[in-house]
Nanobody
Framework: QVQLVESGGGLAQAGGSLRLSCAASGLTFSMYDMAWFRQAPGKEREGVAAINWSGTLTYYKDSVKGRFTISRDNAKNTVYLQMNSLKPEETAVYYC?????????????????????WGQGTQVTVSS
């Protein structure tokens, strides 16, 4: 079966960095666009970053542009999220998600379209 397993979460100080990883199995990774979402307590889930199947297209939530970088290694079936200059308000559970590529890159709508598979999430806590 398909599994997406996130890792790399933890505690960081404000201004610090973390690198999240999401290892995929049970699917042909290069056939899927990937994305990172997050959900803070009491808040709705929101898209953070998305990347197309080949890694040539990316999209970011405005507030993370210039600080977060999404990347992927199709040989390792893994997508990454490098997070720098973290802020306390970015404390949340971070999820990766996979969507079978459809030949269309939706740009901002990458965060509102349906994803086929989700990971279980990894907690990121940013202290002030």
């Amino acid at each position: 079966q398909v599994q997406l397993v996130e890792s790399g979460g933890g505690l960081a100080q404000a201004g610090g960095s973390l690198r999240l990883s999401c290892a995929a199995s049970g699917l042909t990774f290069s056939m899927y666009d990937m994305a990172w979402f997050r959900q803070a307590p009491g808040k709705e889930r929101e898209g953070v970053a998305a990347i197309n199947w080949s890694g040539t297209l990316t999209y970011y939530k405005d507030s993370v542009k210039g600080r977060f970088t999404i990347s992927r290694d199709n040989a390792k079936n893994t997508v990454y999220l490098q997070m720098n200059s973290l802020k306390p308000e970015e404390t949340a559970v971070y999820y990766c998600a996979a969507r079978r590529r459809a030949g269309t890159w939706y740009g901002p709508a990458q965060f509102s379209i349906r994803y086929d598979y989700w990971g279980q999430g990894t907690q990121v806590t940013v202290s002030s």
